[in-house]
């Protein structure tokens, strides 16, 4: 661990796991808010709250399956073409699949069910990208668990800004995880074997190829599915006419 | 009539930009109000996955309303006749395209919006408006 720590490996897979953690975990309290908005005054604070404290413990239990799992051969490969498709499902504008609709529940239960399924959903691939950067470094899965927390409680409206601010964020995120895609799977305990001779810059190669290929599908399928220039979308709008008007 | 557009945001430096408005009309000109909230759009797969999309929308509209309740409040108190206005898009563009859609003659805004820290790191989003906007802007100390 200590070794582990004084070589640029580990720091470059801190800063990925922020990053990741950033990327993947901005929407998760939108998603809360979002489910507890019909819920009574009271009542929405009770549910953000066991919605964050949901978030947080279905990460811990899903980042502990996936580590045992990701010592499976085969299991790596499935893990790395998981994470190609969330990176480009990162640079899709707008999830063209419409909703389940699992929502819009005025009950604190049926909310809390909507947050842990969501949370669910959210956390599995927030939990691959991380597992994926720690190569199996216990040390760096609790950091990435720990980092993504405030990043669920405060971080969504600083995330939202920054992915409008900065668009690029997010084609270099998607590259990102193809470029951890690309490692993974290489790592895999069937293609090692076969690696294992081979120069140290295959492994760049194929992280490389992992990202450019993420980028690129990304970057089509959204070009394919953007709508033509938007109009300014208005959703509500009014008028008040003042009393002490043309004084 | 001179057409002002007013980006709100909800923070202290939007409601300044109120203050200054209602301070001045006195004297200048008659002046027709817009207020324009724009929302971040949520468009994390996860949300539109879980959510439909009107209920994405009405929590659009919450904020919005939410954003620009002070701005109002200013307003309503001061006696004035204003239009508000919640959009939803990437600001800056949004804040642009809706002045030249309605025709604005000019936009007057903060020079920044609630966080000194998103501030600092992202920059403003009163810079890209008077960089890209085709009409004169106002920066508000």
Not at chain 1, 83 to 97: N, Y
Not at chain 1, 168 to 196: Q, S
Not at chain 2, 31 to 53: C, K, W, Y
Not at chain 2, 75 to 83: F, I
Request: charged residues 15%; proline residues 3%.
């Amino acid at each position: 661990m200590l070794e582990a720590a004084l070589t640029g490996g580990f720091w470059i897979s801190v800063l990925q796991i922020i990053a990741i953690d950033i990327l993947l975990g901005g929407d998760n309290a939108i998603v809360i808010a979002l489910a507890c908005r019909r819920l009574p005054e009271k009542q929405r604070r009770q549910g953000i709250l066991w919605g964050v404290a949901g978030a947080i413990v279905l990460r811990v239990i899903l980042i502990f399956f996936a580590l045992q799992l990701l010592a499976i051969p085969f299991l790596k490969i499935v893990g790395g073409l998981l994470l190609l498709w969330i990176g480009v499902k990162l640079l899709q504008p707008e999830g063209e699949h419409e909703n389940e609709n699992v929502a819009g529940s005025a009950h604190l239960l049926g909310a809390i069910r909507t947050i842990i399924i969501a949370d669910a959903v959210m956390s599995l691939d927030n939990v691959i990208a991380v597992a994926a950067a720690a190569k199996g470094d216990l040390t760096l899965v609790i950091f990435g668990i720990l980092v993504s927390i405030p990043i669920v409680v405060w971080g969504s409206k600083f995330v939202l800004k920054l992915m409008d601010r900065l668009p690029i964020v997010i084609t270099f995120g998607g590259g990102l995880l193809g470029w951890i895609a690309g490692d993974m799977l290489l790592g895999d305990a069937i293609v090692t074997p076969y690696v294992e001779g081979l120069p140290g810059w295959i492994k760049h190669a194929a992280s490389l190829a992992g990202a450019l290929s993420v980028v690129a599908i990304g970057i089509w399928l959204a070009r394919r599915t953007a709508q033509p220039m938007a109009v300014v979308e208005v959703v509500s709008s009014g008028r008040h006419v003042g009393s002490e008007d043309g004084k | 009539m001179l057409k002002l557009l007013v980006p709100v945001d909800g923070s202290a430096n939007s409601d300044r930009v109120i203050d200054h408005l209602i301070h001045d009309r006195a004297a200048g000109e008659a002046t027709e109000l817009h207020l324009l909230n724009v929302q971040i759009p949520v468009d994390s797969g996860h949300a539109r996955m879980f959510f439909s999309s009107s209920d994405v929308e009405a929590y659009h509209r919450e904020e919005g309303q939410q954003a620009l309740k002070t701005a109002r409040e200013k307003l309503d108190a001061a006696g004035m006749t204003y239009t508000w206005h919640v959009a939803v898009g990437p600001v800056a563009g949004t804040i642009v395209g809706f002045a030249h859609e309605h025709a604005c003659d000019r936009i007057v805004m903060g020079e920044h919006g609630s966080s000194a820290l998103t501030h600092l790191l992202l920059g403003s989003v009163a810079s890209e408006v008077s960089r890209s906007a085709s009409v004169p802007v106002m920066l508000v100390k």
